[in-house]
């Protein structure tokens, strides 16, 4: 890690670090309460610059005051709503995007870390009976809990309820059903953060069956 004074956006070459105690998946919502001056400052010029920033899972420290260590694979955050209740409080709703990789970091005086990243795209799928097998099976399942959590929303309007599963919803995409259980699944952290970092949806849809399994879901 390297030490830098410069601002965050002085060189778009370095993407702006959030990390935090939570594994953000593509195309998954993340609801944000931004409040520590580095972050309101990071997420504002980000707004400004229609620029994502990037979510990363903690592996050592805490979200609040010096800066963590990060995993090496994180997802960018896209801002698509964002309010301001109160001076200094920024609550935004993100929406996960490319996986990345991260190459080399550097920390600005005020602790906010950045990267220069690699994006990460998942492999071409060869299908094969046990991938059909395992997307039949979770996505059969997905879809009842879609449709119950739309029933809630439904009773629920002005409530604050933010459903997990905005549109397009893509029920045949392995990729896409496999990250939609991976965010709900009660795995730990760092299981969360491997599937994160399989590169194979083709692997990663297996290894959800399998954790689906495991807990009595399937």
Not at 142 to 155: D, F, I, P, Q, S
Not at 176 to 201: C, F
């Amino acid at each position: 890690m390297k030490p830098n004074s410069e601002s965050v956006m002085s060189d778009t070459t370095w993407l702006p670090l959030f990390p935090l105690k939570t594994v953000l998946f593509p195309d998954g919502v993340l609801p944000l309460r931004v409040f520590e001056t580095r972050y309101v400052d990071m997420v504002r010029t980000c707004m400004k610059t229609e620029t994502p920033f990037g979510v990363v899972a903690i592996r050592s420290g805490t979200e609040v005051g010096m800066s963590a260590e990060p995993y090496l694979v994180g997802t960018h955050a896209h801002i698509v709503e964002w309010d301001m209740p109160e001076l200094g409080v920024l609550l935004l709703q993100t929406r996960g995007g490319t996986r990345f990789r991260i190459l080399e970091t550097r920390l600005q005086n005020n602790q906010l870390l950045e990267a220069r990243t690699d994006p990460l795209h998942s492999d071409e799928i060869l299908p094969t009976v046990q991938t059909d097998h395992a997307l039949a099976v979770c996505s059969r399942v997905l879809r009842v809990v879609m449709e119950e959590l739309a029933e809630r929303a439904g009773t629920e309007t002005g409530s604050g309820f933010v459903n997990p599963f905005p549109e397009p919803h893509q029920l045949d995409h392995a990729g896409w059903v496999a990250n939609r259980w991976s965010e709900m699944l009660p795995i730990s952290h760092d299981q969360k953060q491997s599937l994160l970092e399989i590169s194979d949806d083709a692997e990663r849809i297996v290894q959800v069956e399998a954790y689906l399994r495991q807990n009595g879901v399937l």
